[in-house]
């Protein structure tokens, strides 16, 4: 296979991880990483456009909340993208925007890949579709969430967070029998944010009562030293996940455990830049899901050797 001309927008920990990936495999060529910081390692985001015509894909690595919904429609009139926006519940909207600003059909958009979205949802379309009257549940953690962590950041007077995704034990144990339960009863939501004393309140009232991250489930909110968040958890990335499904005579299950999950969403988003390259090829061009691309897509050989 040819090598893949990438470039990186965002450097925090997923464009990290991307950058190394890409150095160590040999199928791709870094063009360039991209950030609104300036550093040694990066290129400012404001002369993206420069390079429109050296870039194959462009892998967004920006947060959800409110970064990836403005930068990812304008990038991608210029560029095939590839994202992990992990916003379940505004991802139609997401879509929409992308298609509005890429009407010219000239780019190829592949969105929301990671592990959840991406691989966790074409497990729930896969074990929906061959039990009966069955719905898939899905369980995250105990892990860090990039998503949420990120969200908790973008609050004003935030200096640093990390937010840990806390599964109910007996919430799992009922889904296994086939019991649905309401997804704000599936998880506990435990942050510790680095902030100045003289906003706690505010801070912890926006984070219990944002939309679509926290609102609804059980937080806990703790405030600490920037010290202490260096020394407890400046280097944790660990996630895990499970999707389960039953019904009277079949049952499915898939866990996923990570040491980092920055690295291993690298990984896929990795996999879906070969899919977007491959849909260039056949002029493939438009906004996809996980769930509009063939798995042949996403291979560097041959698939059927893979059968």
Not at 9 to 34: H, M, P, R, T
Not at 89 to 97: D, K, V, W
Request: charged fraction near 25%.
């Amino acid at each position: 296979m040819e090598k893949i001309k990438i470039g990186i927008a965002g450097y925090g920990n997923l464009g990290k991880a991307c950058e190394q990936l890409i150095k160590d495999d040999s199928n791709f060529e870094l063009v360039g990483v991209f950030s609104r910081r300036s550093s040694k390692q990066t290129i400012m985001l404001e002369r993206i456009e420069e390079y429109k015509d050296k870039i194959d894909v462009l892998l967004i690595c920006v947060g959800s909340s409110t970064d990836a919904p403005k930068l990812v429609p304008e990038l991608a009139k210029h560029f095939n993208t590839v994202d992990s926006f992990d916003t379940h519940a505004t991802l139609p909207q997401y879509i929409e925007s992308i298609k509005a600003s890429t009407a010219t059909g000239s780019t190829t958009a592949i969105v929301a890949t990671g592990w959840d979205p991406g691989l966790f949802s074409l497990l729930r379309i896969y074990f929906d579709s061959f039990l009966t009257n069955t719905q898939s549940q899905t369980f995250w953690g105990s892990g860090v969430s990039l998503g949420h962590s990120n969200a908790i950041k973008d609050i004003t007077d935030v200096k640093d967070a990390i937010q840990f995704t806390v599964p109910v034990k007996e919430s799992i144990t009922y889904a296994k029998r086939g019991i649905q339960i309401p997804s704000t009863k599936k998880h506990r939501r435990v942050c510790y944010v680095v902030a100045p004393e003289a906003h706690h309140a505010r801070i912890e009232k926006e984070i219990k009562t944002m939309p679509n991250y926290f609102a609804g489930y059980e937080t806990e909110v703790n405030f600490i030293s920037q010290s202490l968040f260096n020394k407890k958890f400046k280097n944790r990335k660990e996630h895990a996940g499970l999707v389960v499904s039953s019904d009277l005579s079949s049952k499915i299950s898939f866990h996923l455990k990570l040491k980092s999950n920055p690295r291993f969403t690298a990984q896929v988003m990795l996999s879906y830049a070969i899919a977007n390259f491959n849909l260039q090829k056949e002029s493939n061009k438009g906004v996809f899901t996980v769930a509009d691309i063939a798995p042949r897509y996403l291979c560097k050989s041959e698939y059927i050797n893979k059968i």
